[in-house]
């Protein structure tokens, strides 16, 4: 990894704190936000057997900071999520004796200092977790080693995110990947050559002996409660319902949810609409979901992909088990997993959520509001204000309150498959692929917004909103990111909502009053039936839309 990024001056600086640290009373796990299992876990794993090893309780710690989560544009529903979790980790570390003390902290900056104090006070001179790969996580981490060693504590961080971790993959010329095709094609060479060590299950934590949960030091952790909720990301009573109703929480659903993907077939009339484990009628089918997801993943009329985004965003489900478990899966019943086959193309998603990480890890410029191709730094937007850009948080004043960036948001274009997109996410906090690339090119291309306006109502609204997979996925609908879609292959988001949504399932289900309508005209609307069911006509026409792109894009600082 380049000398001068974060991520490399971590590993530096993770070396110099204290080789053998003194025994110590404890030690201490810090389970993070995207941290939230107990299986396969590499630093929890690697702390209990410290803790085994000497013989001393192991304890964890997980600090909520609501300034990174403004910072961040994390949503309330994600915080929630996390919350929920953690309410069945307590739970759980709590029959391996484990205690898990939830607390919050501000300012963000002392945090380094809060957790050394916190390791401190219960005497523990080893502190584990697992690697962020955001600039300003990495940040805090660097500093938190800092703050280590002239107390002398060893600070142990781990690669746990991704199957590959970042700063591996390299190309020929020794550069970070900036394309896609060749980095996933080192990605599986390098995978299936060191399949021990990428895929590894980590050994459950071993937990503690019983007289941890009545020692005078540690047993009141055991009884700390989780607070209900973060100031500032509290949730409606209603969209808390339906959040716990779609996205329930705790390793037991991902694993199930894994399983129904592995295992039946997709239904039409789900829409990923409800909880994906309500239907109890599912049955192992031939023709299971990951067979067919080579040619059906496309389709949001009916539900083809994994939904796991959920449950991997949160690292409540390992990336690593999503991987082995296809392995078995092609070993078990023989079926094939090259390339072009549903589980070939399904395990080369993964591959894309590790390229992004790579991404953010290897020029973390483009997590601070910059485009990766600079060229189009300059292009202009019609809501002329972008969000201001700075080292620690991307929160500024961005004139999204615009009229258009409203109906955008409120799904009210008049462009059917944007308006069923975008009220799928505010009411789900969750949505298929395909249309998350139509609703963005639509934000960026044809309505000439601001990719960063659309990046960070995306990271308000959705479940699964993670910094790399948005901004690249962002940055690719705008052209402006890693081996984006060219700026010139703008979609027309009528023809691309036929291919996606051919039987109209999916816009009849989110746009209820189109519903009478079938065929091209569901698509596209003709102005006497928008009239006539009360629906908007479109905010701008698609052909001059894209000239208009077309132009600015051509000759960037240029109306
Ligand atoms: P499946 O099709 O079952 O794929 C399996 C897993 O592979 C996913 O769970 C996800 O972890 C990963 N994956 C799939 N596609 C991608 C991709 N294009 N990029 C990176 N990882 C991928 N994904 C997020 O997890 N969080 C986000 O905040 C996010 N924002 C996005 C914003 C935009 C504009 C776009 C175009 C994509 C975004 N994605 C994001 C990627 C992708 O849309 C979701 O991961 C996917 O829809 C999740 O559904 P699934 O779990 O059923 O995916």
Not at 491 to 500: D, R, Y
Not at 505 to 532: M, Q
Request: hydrophobic letters at 35%; a positive charge.
């Amino acid at each position: 990894v380049d000398a001068n990024l974060p991520l490399a001056q971590l590993n530096d600086v993770m070396e110099k704190t204290v080789k053998k640290p003194q025994k110590g009373d404890s030690v201490v796990y810090w389970m993070r936000l995207a941290d939230l299992r107990i299986h396969d876990n590499r630093a929890l794993s690697r702390a209990s057997e410290y803790a085994t090893k000497q013989d001393i309780p192991l304890i964890a710690l997980f600090v909520l900071s609501p300034q990174d989560y403004i910072a961040h544009d994390r949503s309330a529903r994600r915080v929630d999520f996390t919350l929920r979790n953690l309410v069945i980790l307590k739970e759980s570390l709590s029959k391996l004796k484990i205690p898990l003390h939830v607390t919050s902290h501000s300012p963000r900056r002392n945090i380094p200092s809060f957790v050394l104090g916190w390791c401190e006070t219960y005497g523990a001179r080893a502190l584990f977790a697992n690697i962020e790969y955001e600039v300003d996580e990495l940040r805090r981490d660097i500093q938190t080693c800092k703050l280590a060693i002239p107390k002398g504590i060893q600070v142990n961080l781990f690669h746990n995110k991704c199957v590959i971790e970042p700063g591996v993959l390299f190309t020929k010329q020794g550069k970070a990947y900036a394309v896609y095709s060749p980095y996933q094609r080192n990605w599986i060479a390098t995978l299936n050559a060191n399949l021990p060590y990428y895929l590894e299950e980590c050994p459950m934590p071993t937990g503690n002996a019983g007289s941890v949960r009545s020692s005078e030091k540690f047993a009141s952790l055991f009884d700390s409660p989780i607070p209900e909720t973060v100031e500032g990301f509290e949730l409606e009573d209603g969209d808390r319902r339906k959040m716990c109703e779609v996205h329930p929480a705790g390793e037991e659903v991902a694993g199930k949810l894994l399983d129904v993907f592995l295992h039946t077939k997709s239904r039409s009339s789900q829409l990923g609409a409800v909880n994906p484990l309500a239907d109890g009628s599912q049955k192992a089918n031939a023709q299971t979901r990951i067979l067919n997801y080579g040619k059906d993943r496309d389709r949001v009329d009916k539900d083809t992909t994994s939904r796991l985004s959920v449950y991997l965003s949160s690292g409540v489900l390992s990336v690593r088990e999503c991987v082995r478990a296809t392995m078995r899966m092609q070993k078990s019943k023989k079926v094939d997993g090259g390339r072009d086959t549903g589980i070939g193309r399904w395990v080369q998603e993964i591959a894309w959520r590790d390229f992004y990480t790579n991404i953010v890890a290897s020029f973390p410029r483009v997590s601070m509001g910059r485009p990766y191709l600079e060229k189009f730094a300059s292009v202009v937007w019609e809501n002329h204000q972008a969000p201001q850009e700075s080292g620690t948080g991307r929160r500024g004043q961005d004139s999204d309150d615009a009229e258009v960036v409203k109906r955008w948001k409120d799904g009210k274009t008049g462009v059917p498959i944007v308006d069923a997109t975008m009220r799928c996410i505010n009411e789900m906090g969750w949505v298929h692929n395909r249309v998350r690339m139509i609703t963005a090119m639509y934000l960026t291309k044809d309505l000439m917004i601001d990719w960063r306006v659309g990046e960070r109502y995306f990271m308000q609204k959705l479940i699964d909103g993670d910094l790399a997979s948005n901004n690249g996925g962002w940055q690719w609908s705008a052209s402006t990111g890693v081996d984006p879609c060219p700026y010139f292959r703008i979609f027309n988001p009528h023809t691309q909502s036929g291919k996606a949504d051919p039987t109209g399932e999916f816009i009849r289900h989110w746009v209820p009053e189109l519903r009478p309508l079938r065929g091209p005209d569901l698509h596209n609307p003709s102005e006497s039936a928008a009239n006539k069911l009360g629906y908007p006509l479109p905010m701008v026409i698609h052909s001059e839309a894209r000239e208009r792109a077309l132009r600015r894009y051509g000759n960037p600082g240029e109306e």
